[in-house]
């Protein structure tokens, strides 16, 4: 909300300066956005009457004029078009500056000596809503008579601070000029004063001239009209455009003008009918029919539903309630009567039309927040006041009052105790009460309540917490002293899971990868990406009605293809080794269309790239986590094809019956997308299935007291046994003393048979009570043998 | 004899000074005291004595041959000490050189300051809470005192998915959540990833993360609100760090309020960091809206609280003085290796 300082001087006392204004607002709940000042940077330019004009002697394009500031005349060399005798202009002197901080020097142009500048709008900042004719290509003409040597900041309106309030959607009564009058005078202690609204009228009767019948009174509590006649459409006086452009509204002709002055003075939006357009010279105000149609002022066809108010004469819509008037009754430069309207509408009506259409307005927007009833009532007889003063016409006595909401006072008791309570306070109830007073509650102490009578315009309070925070910011919020709650002291801690995910993070950045954060949203098109093409393959995803673009649509499932995107990013950029991981939320709707909340999953992503990287540098990477969550021991990696990666060097991580994962390298082709060419290897983890499952519990077994024994063995199995099930047979069949088992060489070559490879274990036997004897390990190393034998076919080497 | 073996001893006490190896060493041990060695062979000849003079040559024999077990062993000793201090000197190495590279990685600047609000919390006695979020329309603003159709839906451009599910635009949510499965006191931190329907730039994006508190339970006060979080600024920012509560207006509060600290960067002298106020918001707080209470099945006749929230993402810009929230998820390596 813009608001003009001068203007707000009317209703309200002022004198500090803008600055300290708007930090005491501030610091009352109305927020100061920014303080601007249109005349900034101009200084010495003046309203000067060009006297003459004369041909430059030395140049065709340029013209000498005589210009006259009332002490002194100038000459002044210009080569504006539209310089004419007689005109009043914008004379930059001497030493002046404008905006942008250029500074006017008299100097000679081609020879003849010019004491300063004549300025066009845009040399002083200005455009047509701060000045029509400003923006011409030219000298601004002034088309007022002003004194001569008058500075032109005061002439233009321009010396005046406009100060932006940040109004919360709570207070549109602040959405106007009185509103944050009274808001100032509180906040500074100082008088408010509302203007005067006196209407002479006294000839005919509203009622012979038009009607008003309301068919929804539910969606319109009060209709006020009156009607103005032998109306003059003409341009309304400078004070006032110059009031509308600072405060951000274009002025438009003297009636529309004046509606648009009362929602800005006194935040009730108003309308202003060609009476004569008006069939039936009758408003109705009722719901739509479904499919109706109205053209808006703004030219757009607008198709209606039957939950729209719009306002009607007998035969057709002629505006939108609330939101914006008809073309059809539009005033135009020959409108001789008009009909003022000033209602209260319903605001989630308002509302929910607006945003429908997609239209808002300076209306529709204050409507929606829940206007005064009241208000209607003394806008209407205040637009008619100033149509007087203005003389833009006649205005018909009385006025067409259709009220069918409560213009009862609202009371409210609340506990002033509770006040203190709330806020950490000791106040007496009487210096509450002087504080409500100021903001116009009726106060009544009685014992340890408060009687409240709610002023109209306050729309928002409705019980002791809006009492409490109306007390407090006035008092002063610090005022109130800090403190730490007493009671009994509590137990700060983390959960199971929290503890566990922090300490997987540290293990993770142990073994040397950064975590990273990626967005939750991608598009739908990222599972062909990633190489999953058949549609029977592609999971349910949920869907984002209204995304910022189709790539952003839906929620992922999976944290591969935003991995991808990482590592590829690093890539582009140079960098020859990254290594990364993320714990995000993966989102697996139950069913679509969706009528409950999704599982939200937690996964683990790795990905990582590297010079002589493989396979194995991750596998590493999540034993290591494994052994850290007491789960490598009843971990099995078994192999499986899956579109996104390499079909020979992939791996589902089982622990027990639960699949909880897959590590792989991507496909050369899914990397190839991502314009990385090297080998990429990630995994995905389902971070919920590792977390239930970890042992976190620790516990001391004694060190081992006497030595192991190792002995090594070089089997020769097919080619396409796999380690896992090799080891998985030399424990089944190493019994109990069996301690270690390690793979240390895998050699297929000259020695070896074709289809057949080498495998070399050096396995470790160990008994708690006794060194074993060669005899005992034998025993054992030989049933191993056979049962690797019988089980795979592996022979010793 | 006696001088035969007189003469073997001054012969090879100077082989030994002579010598200068320890395999010279272990060569001059076994030609002088070994199975053939000299004195050794001289010993045998011992049978062919007297028996008086038997114990006399034997004692100086086994004298001798003491001496230059001692003698060996210190020149043993010797020899050793000057081939390790050759060792060292031939192992010098250039220890200017670049070290081996270990790789570490490093937790994304989100997290790092994530647990250090945590820790702060924690420290006061908070529980972290945790909540979907993909959430019902309910829960993020019915329950929180913005009803369906209420301007102040336009503050938080909301994702929608179906009319009634949404991604979740604030923690808030989830504070009725807790407060619906447990009575009072509760003192619970809430972060987590929030949604709104802005356009990315630098200072905005669609995606984003807050951390939440609410404190309920009885005589809770405002003047606890600001204490608290006058501690946590501390904590935070540094223990010069001042703060400041501007009213304001939130539907699930009453009273509202913003908290700025005291600029980082200036101190509150004023600067482009702060804009010239020497003030930075962080964060908007009040008094839990009676409404709300009784929405998490709390009566506010009995009980009242204050909730607070901040976002995550610009407290780690403010923190780091990072100037565009977009490098948070761009996750260049060169980026998050400074944190």
């Known amino acids: 909300m813009l608001v003009p300082l001068k203007w707000l001087k009317e209703y309200v006392d002022i004198d500090v300066s803008a600055e300290e204004l708007a930090h005491r607002m501030t610091m009352t709940g109305s927020n100061v956005e920014g303080i601007h000042r249109k005349g900034e940077g101009i200084e010495n330019v003046v309203v000067g009457k060009i006297l003459t004009i004369e041909p430059h002697p030395n140049a065709d394009k340029l013209v000498v004029c005589n210009v006259d500031t009332g002490t002194r005349q100038y000459r002044i060399v210009t080569g504006a078009p539209n310089v004419e005798a007689g005109q009043l202009v914008p004379v930059a002197l001497d030493g002046a500056t404008l905006p942008g901080g250029h500074k006017i020097n008299r100097s000679k142009i081609r020879g003849v000596e010019s004491w300063g500048m004549l300025c066009s709008g845009e040399e002083l900042g200005l455009t047509d809503e701060d000045y029509p004719g400003a923006e011409i290509d030219g000298i601004l003409v002034l088309k007022e008579e002003y004194p001569l040597g008058m500075d032109i900041r005061e002439a233009l309106g321009l010396d005046d601070d406009i100060i932006e309030f940040e109004i919360t959607s709570n207070r549109p009564d602040c959405l106007s000029v009185i509103g944050i009058a009274r808001e100032a005078a509180v906040t500074l202690d100082s008088s408010f004063r509302l203007p005067k609204i006196e209407v002479k009228a006294g000839v005919g009767d509203v009622n012979t001239e038009a009607a008003v019948k309301v068919k929804d009174p539910d969606l319109c509590p009060r209709y006020c009209a009156r009607v103005v006649k032998d109306v003059k459409i003409a341009p309304s006086p400078r004070w006032m455009q110059q009031r509308l452009s600072a405060a951000g509204i274009r002025p438009i002709n003297n009636i529309v003008d004046i509606t648009n002055y009362v929602m800005l003075e006194m935040g009730q939006p108003m309308h202003a009918f060609d009476l004569d357009k008006l069939t039936g010279k009758t408003i109705v105000v009722r719901r739509a029919y479904d499919g109706e149609k109205l053209v808006t002022l703004d030219d757009k066809e607008r198709l209606l539903n039957d939950n729209m108010l719009v306002i009607a004469d007998t035969e057709k819509a002629i505006g939108l309630a609330g939101v914006m008037g008809g073309a059809n009754t539009e005033i135009s430069d020959d409108t001789r009567n008009v009909l003022l309207e000033s209602a209260t509408f319903d605001r989630g009506s308002i509302r929910m039309t607006a945003k429908t259409l997609g239209l808002r307005s300076e209306s529709s927007s204050r409507f929606e927040k829940g206007l005064d009833i009241n208000n209607a009532r003394a806008a209407i007889d205040r637009a008619a006041q100033l149509i007087e003063e203005l003389d833009a016409g006649t205005v018909v006595e009385g006025v067409i009052d259709v009220c069918n909401g409560s213009l009862d006072d609202r009371v409210l008791e609340v506990s002033w105790k509770r006040i203190n309570e709330l806020l950490g306070l000791d106040l007496s109830p009487e210096i509450m009460g002087n504080i409500l007073k100021k903001l116009e509650f009726k106060v009544e102490i009685k014992g340890d309540n408060l009687e409240l009578v709610i002023p109209s315009f306050r729309q928002d309070v409705e019980g002791v917490a809006d009492i409490a925070e109306e007390v407090a910011r006035i008092y002063g919020y610090d005022k109130i002293p800090m403190t730490l709650m007493e009671g009994t002291v509590s137990r700060g801690r983390r959960t199971r899971k929290q503890k566990l995910i922090d300490m997987v993070k540290d293990v993770l950045v142990g073994s040397g990868l950064y975590e990273v954060v990626t967005y939750s949203f991608t598009s739908p098109r990222v599972y062909e990406t990633i190489g999953i093409t058949d549609p029977q393959d592609i999971p349910k995803t949920v869907r984002i009605a209204n995304p910022l673009g189709e790539d952003q649509s839906i929620m992922r499932t999976t944290q591969i293809p935003s991995i991808l995107e990482v590592l590829s990013r690093n890539r582009n950029r140079g960098l020859p080794l990254c290594q990364v991981f993320e714990i995000g939320t993966a989102f697996l709707p139950k069913s679509l269309p969706l009528n409950e909340l999704p599982e939200e999953k937690s996964i683990l992503t790795i990905g990582e790239y590297g010079p002589g990287m493989d396979y194995y540098d991750l596998k590493g990477k999540i034993e290591i986590l494994l052994k850290f969550l007491g789960l490598l021991n009843g971990a099995e990696f078994v192999p499986r094809v899956h579109p996104t990666f390499h079909p020979g060097r992939t791996a589902i991580l089982k622990l027990g019956s639960a699949e909880a994962g897959i590590i792989g390298e991507i496909h050369p082709k899914v990397a190839e997308n991502y314009q990385l060419e090297e080998r990429v290897i990630m995994a995905e983890l389902d971070l919920d299935i590792l977390l239930d499952m970890a042992k976190d519990q620790r516990r001391y077994r004694p060190l081992p007291k006497y030595p192991a024994v190792t002995r090594d063995l070089a089997l020769v199995v097919s080619k396409d046994t796999l380690a896992g099930q090799v080891e998985r047979c030399i424990w089944e069949f190493g019994g109990e003393l069996l301690e270690k088992v390690e793979l240390f060489d895998v050699y297929a070559g000259s020695q070896i048979p074709e289809g057949y490879k080498s495998m070399a274990y050096a396995l470790s036997y160990r008994a708690a009570d006794r060194t074993l004897t060669d005899e005992e390990v034998n025993a054992l190393h030989d049933s191993i043998v056979k049962g690797l034998e019988k089980t795979l076919g592996a022979k010793l080497r | ?339």
Request: charged share 30%.
């Open chain 2, 1 to 339: 004899m006696q001088t035969k073996l007189e003469q073997i001893r001054k012969e090879a006490q100077d082989v030994l000074d002579k010598l200068d190896s320890l395999d010279g060493l272990n060569n001059f041990r076994i030609e002088y005291l070994g199975k053939k060695g000299k004195l050794t062979q001289i010993l045998r000849g011992m049978g062919n004595l007297s028996p008086e003079e038997r114990p006399k040559i034997g004692q100086l024999a086994n004298e001798i041959r003491t001496y230059l077990e001692e003698r060996i062993e210190i020149k043993r000793q010797l020899l050793e000490e000057e081939a390790l201090n050759q060792r060292l000197k031939d192992e010098t190495i250039d220890v200017t050189m670049p070290g081996k590279t270990y790789h570490r990685g490093k937790l994304h600047p989100l997290s790092i300051v994530l647990n250090e609000i945590k820790d702060i919390f924690l420290g006061l006695g908070f529980e972290i809470a945790e909540g979907p979020e993909v959430e019902l329309d309910y829960y993020n603003f019915e329950a929180l005192n913005i009803p369906k159709n209420h301007p102040a839906r336009d503050t938080q451009d909301t994702f929608y998915i179906t009319e009634n599910i949404l991604l979740r635009t604030h923690t808030s949510p989830t504070q009725i959540r807790v407060m619906e499965k447990q009575d009072p006191p509760i003192k619970i931190i809430v972060p987590g990833r929030v949604y709104r329907s802005d356009a990315v730039d630098a200072t905005h994006s669609p995606i984003f993360h807050q951390v939440e508190g609410l404190v309920i339970d009885k005589n809770i006060t405002m003047g606890d609100l600001k204490g608290t979080l006058d501690v946590f600024a501390k904590e935070m920012f540094g223990h010069r760090t001042r703060t400041q509560f501007r009213p304001h207006h939130f539907p699930f509060t009453e009273p509202s309020a913003e908290m700025d600290v005291s600029c980082t960067t200036c101190d509150g002298a004023g600067c482009r960091v702060c804009s010239y106020t020497g003030w930075i918001e962080i964060l908007g707080a009040g008094m839990v809206h009676p409404k709300v209470l009784m929405y998490g099945g709390i009566d506010p006749e009995k009980y009242s609280g204050f909730a607070f929230g901040m976002g995550l993402d610009r407290i780690t810009n403010l923190k780091y003085g990072i100037d565009d929230i977009r490098l948070l998820f761009e996750n260049d390596i060169r980026f998050l290796d400074q944190f």
